[in-house]
């Protein structure tokens, strides 16, 4: 009997771990470094050297576990192969069936955002959904899409790819895609501070402001929208456009039932709820305005659930 399974999260820095029983109970959660050097060659040995490790100091059989999950920043298809992930060193690689041949386990993979959006699918904010867009304001915007239960991967594993969502014309500067006027540039973590400098630039009124444009973060702009300063809460109404905007046009395409909005950024609480949802309303399709929106609330923790939830399904 299968009661075992591995979420694996892996990041460029660290792989976040996890031990879970199958109805989704998380017995145990640790990390370890990515080593990215040599193209990234030990991550996977890593990791199957780890699962291993802890199957004897648990005196689990490999009998009893259904597999591994493994979420991956970038691009992964069906068949578990990666093209190219610049965090990690990887070039093309085929992850799955390298990490079974390693641990001699099932695995399946996905891609970090759209794995951590089967996790609050799953377990976290969205649980009881079957339908959701999760997205992810870290140091860039990331995106997944759950409908009827599955991820919406897409014919080359881009599928989610909200970050590159085409929101503004008059950007003058590069995305890291290549493209211009993209999501990411203007409402990541970052881009609410590009957002912010950029609006300076074109002459918004910053009297009185607290902020202070060589030093700010997206916190402190939220901070500042909080205590009522005007400019911070015009670059929030413009974060707002731009993200409502984006996720209308997502729901035009896949009727959620619900949005989950993480990241750090999220970190900033309900008020971003109301600049984003004010903006979906006004973009929307009238039949998609009932869609909830709510906070993440697995923290770092989605893509572990996540990816045990993959393996899960198979």
């Known amino acids: 009997m299968k009661e075992y399974c591995f979420g694996i999260d892996v990041g460029g820095t660290t792989v976040k771990m996890g031990l879970f029983r199958v109805d989704g109970e998380l017995l145990e959660k ?43 920043p970038g691009p992964i298809n ?61 140091t860039g915007v990331g995106g997944g899409i759950i409908i009827d239960g599955k991820i919406i ?29 993209c999501l990411e540039q203007l409402a990541s973590a970052n881009g609410m501070v590009t957002l912010a400098k ?12 607290t902020l202070q444009p060589e030093t700010m973060t997206a916190k402190d702009i939220w901070d500042a929208v909080k205590a009522d300063d005007a400019f911070a809460k015009d670059v929030a109404e413009r974060f707002g456009k731009y993200l409502g905007l984006a996720l209308a046009n997502v729901a035009s395409t896949v009727d959620p039932e619900v949005f989950v909005i993480g ?26 305005r009932g869609a909830k929106f709510v906070l993440a609330t697995l923290g770092n923790d989605a893509g572990m659930y996540g990816s045990a939830k993959l393996v899960l399904e198979q």
Request: with cysteine; proline share 2%.
């Open 30 to 72: 640790w990390e370890i470094p990515s080593r990215t050097e040599n193209e990234g060659k030990a991550i996977l040995p890593d990791i199957a050297e780890a699962v291993q490790k802890k199957l004897e100091e648990r005196g689990i059989e490999k009998d009893s576990v259904t597999g591994i999950g493994i979420g991956v």
């Open 78 to 138: 069906a068949e578990g192969i990666v093209p190219h992930t610049a965090n990690l060193g990887w070039g093309y690689k085929e992850v799955t069936r390298e990490l079974t041949e390693l641990t001699g386990l099932v695995s399946k993979g996905g891609n970090d955002a759209n794995v951590a959006a089967l996790g609050e699918m799953w377990k976290g904010a969205a649980a009881g959904h079957k339908s959701g867009v999760m997205v992810t304001l870290g």
């Open 153 to 181: 991967t897409g014919a080359n594993g881009a599928g989610g790819e909200i970050g590159h969502i085409h929101v503004e014309d008059a950007v003058d500067w590069n995305c890291g895609c290549g493209n211009q006027g």
């Open 198 to 209: 950029w609006m300076i630039r074109q002459g918004a009124d910053t009297k009185g402001t």
């Open 263 to 288: 990241g750090g950024v999220s970190k900033a609480g309900p008020v971003i709820l109301e600049y984003i949802k004010k903006y979906y309303l006004k973009y929307t399709f009238r039949g998609c």
